[in-house]
């Protein structure tokens, strides 16, 4: 989270025969399996304002909601793989699927207007809704999902969240993605790094200079796959030397996560 804040069975083989190949880095538009992200790409993050395309770095983070297909492959046609970001732990009030979660799943606000935590146990709930909106994020061409707001665990949700539940469902998600052919990423959650490193394709963090933690990141580096973070209030002078020893692909960007950015 931002601080401050079927087919048929004989189909579904051959997908998951197509996508279980041990090859390094394949491309998803050529068949040959999930995106395999390694460390150290640089990146842009921009999830408001018109999109700026033209940002010379192999990686786009944008929403998968408020972008079309051929926003996608305009990229992909600019040489970048294409992050889709979704909300899957809060609620936002904003999405056209908003209708779709019952009352009882909705927790406490997290701090952005319309938005408030889930709970994260509903699987029989949340799953469905959540695997439409990763086939919509592979439907529309993405190459991975940047999954947000998966630390309810450590918030005040207004649900008695436990460090198992969170790590559940945080496997669930990438699961989903992963039986997409989708690469997913680690949103924050620091503290389950462990035992999610293998779940996981890259991570995504904010703010790990400014509270002291960028060091936590580092099992994603010794795996080669990249942390990909942003600071808000920090200078780059004051957080790059660091981040750049400890190989992380670091921005620092606007709250708003709109075209701005002041890279490492």
């Excluded at 033209?54 to 079309?68: C, E, K, N, R, S």
């Excluded at 009882?104 to 699987?123: K, P």
């Excluded at 999610?196 to 394709?201: E, G, N, P, R, V």
């Amino acid at each position: 989270m931002r601080r401050l804040p079927l087919l048929l069975a004989g189909l579904l083989l051959l997908v998951t025969a197509c996508t279980a190949g041990p090859a390094p880095d394949p491309d998803p538009e050529s068949g040959g399996g999930r995106w395999r992200p390694t460390a150290g790409l640089a990146w842009q993050w921009q999830l408001s304002g018109k999109l700026d395309p033209t940002v010379d770095v192999p990686v786009y983070d944008i929403d998968g909601f408020d972008h079309p297909a051929a926003t996608v492959a305009d990229l992909h046609r600019r040489g970048r793989k294409v992050i889709c970001y979704l909300s899957t732990g809060a609620w936002e009030e904003f999405r056209p699927d908003a209708g779709r979660f019952p009352k009882s799943v909705l927790g406490r606000g997290n701090g952005w207007a319309g938005e408030r935590w889930l709970d994260i146990r509903r699987t029989d709930v949340l799953e469905p809704l959540m695997a439409e909106r990763i086939d919509m994020c592979r439907a529309k061409g993405f190459d991975a999902v940047e999954p947000d707001n998966m630390d309810g665990y450590r918030n005040r949700t207004g649900f008695p969240l436990t460090a198992a539940d969170q790590l559940a469902y945080n496997r669930l998600i990438a699961r989903l993605a992963h039986d997409r052919g989708l690469a997913v990423g680690l949103k924050n959650d620091l503290d389950q790094i462990p035992q999610l490193l293998a779940d996981f394709d890259f991570a995504v963090n904010e703010q790990c200079a400014q509270y002291d933690e960028c060091h936590r990141l580092s099992p994603f580096i010794a795996a080669d796959k990249p942390v990909f973070h942003a600071e808000y209030e920090l200078s780059p002078a004051d957080f790059c030397p660091e981040t750049r020893e400890l190989g992380l692909s670091s921005l620092r960007k606007r709250y708003d996560l709109d075209a701005w950015r002041q890279a490492c």
